[in-house]
Structure formats: C-alpha cells, structure tokens
C-alpha cells in the first residue's frame, strides 16, 4: 500500500513537472520582464534619491550642462555648467591642483553615460547631451608594475586606443594630458595628440598645466579656454568652472597646503623670479656620522579607554594605543581603526568614565574571548581542544581549496 501510494505521489509531480515544463519558455520570458522592470524601477528610485530630472538627448553634437551635480558628490557640490560643441569643439581647462579640474571631466563623463542609460542626473533642467557612439577617457594615474607601464606610458597606451576609435559622435575626456615627461616633449605630443582627436570630429575636453598647450588653445579657433575659480584673497579654491579663462596652477599654494616647509616655498619663489639658483658645495667631514635624524615627536595625552572624537570618521571613539609614525588605535563600535593621532580630540578622560581597577580591555574584545584567552594562559585542556579543533578545519579548508 505505501508503495502504491509513492508511485501515486511521483506520478502527480511528474504531471506537474510536466505542465510546468511546457511553459518555460513563458517563464523565462516573464523572468526576463521583471528584470527590465526592476532595473527600470531601480534607476527611477536612484533618480528620485538624488532629485534628478530628465535630461535630453539630441541629435547635435552639442553637450549643455546646466547646473549639473556630480552623483556622488551629493547637494553640497558645487553645481557644473558649461557648453561645447556650438561654438567651440574642444576645451582646455587649466587652475590650480586640488581645484577641480578632474571632477569637471568625471562629472562630464558620467552625466553623458546617465543619460544613455536612462538615469537622471541633478540640474536645472535646461541640459542636453548629443547621442554618443562612444565615450573615451584617460583619467588617473595608469601606472602598472604587472604591465611595465610608467605613468606617461600607462597615458600613451590609453591615449594611443582613444585616437584608433574616436570618431564624430564621440566625446574624449583626457586628465593631464602630456604629463609625466620631459615638459617641452610631452607639451609637444600633447598639442599633437589633441590636433588628430579634433580632426576626427570627436567632442573633447582637457586638463592641463603646460603653457605651451594653454598658449595653443587660446589662439586655435575652434578651442575653448576655462579655469577652476580661485580665490586670491583667501588662497583657496572655489571649484566653480570659469570659460573663456586661463587659470594658474598655483603650485607655491599647494605646497605649503601639503606642509612643505615655509622657507623651501620661498626659496622657489626666489628662484622662479629671479634664476638665482645655489651651487655651493657643502663640505662633509669624512668619517663623521650625521646625527640621527630625529623623528616628530608626539604629544602622548592619550590613555587607553579615553573617550575621543575622531575627525577622520566624524565619530566617537575609545582610545586603544600609539602606533609609529604618528598614527593611533582607535575602537568605533568594536572595530579597530588607524587614524593620525593629530586627527583625534580629547572628549573625556578615562578617570571621569569608569571606576578604579576596572577592566579596560573589556572595551575592545568581547566577553567570550577575553575568557577563551584566559582558558588558554591558565592551561585549560578544553580550550587547548578547541585550538586543536580549530586548526584541522583550516587545513581541511586549504585541502579542499
């Protein structure tokens, strides 16, 4: 009878099976259906979060950006407007480092791919992007060991495939274009390189800090010069980019931004002006060791368990220890992080916060092991089984691997 009753059961699931079968072919088509609509209602729920609106695709080759934002930069980036392709086919923008120049031409580039892939950037509301056969762009740098590349030549290479496809229809984004050479020489390829993407018909946009390649776009008549707004008074960036400008690369600014030492900064300056450089040889007594060159001393008022605020991460923390080189241990939410000592601010000594003879470490390492160490430093024979235990897996692990 129980056999009779699993071959009454088989032959139902094989019917059903059966049935279904029939209409897999619908199946799948449906399948595919709900994953087009759940890409579509994906992009419109990405839209919505960063308050898109829809932009236009138009048959010119023109690209008009209003007011756009860059998608992940959120409403505070400073909002990008420019045109291209009316009145001018290419432009160069030029300012300082650290001023913007590389967002423009990623804003750019991923605006254009946005809106080919039916997703709404943040603008104003007035932007059109030209229907693009393609989007090239050497942005960062391409340097690779595993490929024997420099930076200039990871560059070339990259450049080398934009100039065999880039064609009408297309736009070239190129970041630093003839950098990583000798100036002169790679200023040089760099205008010779931008003169064969512009007789291709391609749209393209540049940055660059040679003169030689700000000097040729001003006086060519189908480029464009912009800058990224710099504000002299204060020294710092505006990130706001300026057509129809030339901008300074400001590297004095940037320099002494990255702490280089004040009296370096003048003496280039000195030297910019007026040539003056010093070839006086320093004489060394042979034998004579230099001193120990001293390493930055830090100011330990830290103790492990003290509250801090981290300004790295923008949160609170428990103070674990110091590492080298200025660098400290910091305990958010039960995970370690290595943040610059300077980084962190004091917020409550460890005195005020736990009584005395309290355990610190139970702090940073969890109950259960902080008493499977224990176990093991008082010779427990069962945490010594667990250990055991534990290393067999990992090579039963690695056997399988």
């Known amino acids: 009878a129980q056999a009779e009753e699993t071959a009454a059961q088989y032959q139902v699931l094989s019917e059903l099976t059966g049935a279904i079968a029939e209409q897999m072919n619908a199946m799948f088509a449906c399948l595919d259906i709900l ?3 759940d890409i579509i209602f994906a992009r419109g729920k990405y839209c919505r979060e960063i308050n898109g ?23 505070d980036a400073v909002p990008l407007s420019l045109k291209l392709g009316e009145e001018n086919r290419c432009m160069v923008i030029t300012g300082p480092n650290a001023g913007g120049k590389t967002v423009v031409l990623k804003t750019v580039g991923l605006v254009c791919a946005m809106a080919h892939y039916g997703l709404f950037p943040a603008h104003k509301g007035k932007s059109t992007v030209p229907f693009l056969k393609s989007l090239w762009m050497d942005i ?5 060991l595993e490929n024997s590349l420099s930076t200039f030549s990871g560059h070339m290479s990259n450049i080398a495939q934009i100039m065999k496809n880039a064609t009408r229809h297309s736009i070239v984004l190129l970041d630093e274009i003839g950098s990583g050479t000798e100036p002169n020489e790679g200023a040089a390829l760099a205008i ?3 003169e064969s993407i512009y007789r291709s018909g391609a749209l393209m946009i540049a940055t660059t800090h040679y003169g030689e390649i700000k000097q040729f776009a001003v006086d060519h008549q189908d480029f464009e010069t912009a800058a990224m707004a710099f504000d002299a008074k204060t020294l710092t960036p505006k990130y706001r980019l300026l057509t129809n400008a030339v901008g300074d690369s400001n590297a004095f600014w940037i320099a002494e931004k990255m702490a280089i030492p004040v009296d370096v900064v003048q003496t280039a300056k000195e030297y910019l002006k007026h040539k003056t450089y010093s070839f006086e ?6 034998g004579k060791k230099q001193p120990p060159q001293q390493e930055a001393q830090i100011d330990l008022i830290f103790q492990k368990g003290d509250l801090v605020f981290s300004t790295k991460h923008n949160q609170r ?3 674990y220890e110091y590492l080298e080189q200025g660098q400290a241990k910091i305990s958010i939410e039960k995970q370690f992080f290595v943040v610059a000592a300077r980084r962190l601010q004091l917020l409550t000594k460890r005195e005020v916060l736990y009584p005395a003879g309290y355990d610190l470490d139970q702090l940073f390492v969890e109950f259960a092991q902080r008493k499977f160490t224990r176990d093991i430093e008082r010779g427990s024979k069962k945490a010594q089984k667990q250990l055991r235990k ?12």
């Open 192 to 194: 010779a390189i931008m």
């Open 390 to 401: 534990a290393a067999q897996e990992r090579q039963t692990n690695r056997t399988v691997d």
């Open 53 to 75: 609106q829809p932009i236009t695709i138009t048959e010119e080759e023109v690209l008009l950006l209003d007011h756009v934002r860059h998608p992940l930069l959120g409403s």
């Open 35 to 37: 994953v087009v609509l």
């Open 281 to 286: 040889k320093q004489p060394f007594e042979k």
């Open 317 to 319: 923390g428990l103070f």
């Open 140 to 144: 960062g740098d391409q340097q690779s």
